[in-house]
């Protein structure tokens, strides 16, 4: 198979295969679009838009340490520059 997402060969293995259809309950038709490496990927990137989504609810003044670290983390691995530049000034102003 070749994954839609980075164009690499990969094989569904059987492994996979009976997690899916007996773990997860897929369909008997389905089949993966997207390689192991690539699919682990999106999951992550879903979990962090939630958690930014949860997190950006809140105005900046109201958001814990814990909580602007987590920005600059995402907005970083994003290289979403602007973003991260402005919680990370948020972060270190709140840190005094």
Known sequence: MKCKKCRKEFTFTKE???FWYEGLKFRKESVPVHCLSCRKQIRK???QNKRLSEILKKDSKDMTIEELYELVQIYDEWKINDKFNLYNKILKAKKK
Do not use: D
């Open 16 to 18: 996979e295969k009976k």
């Open 45 to 47: 990137e879903k979990l």
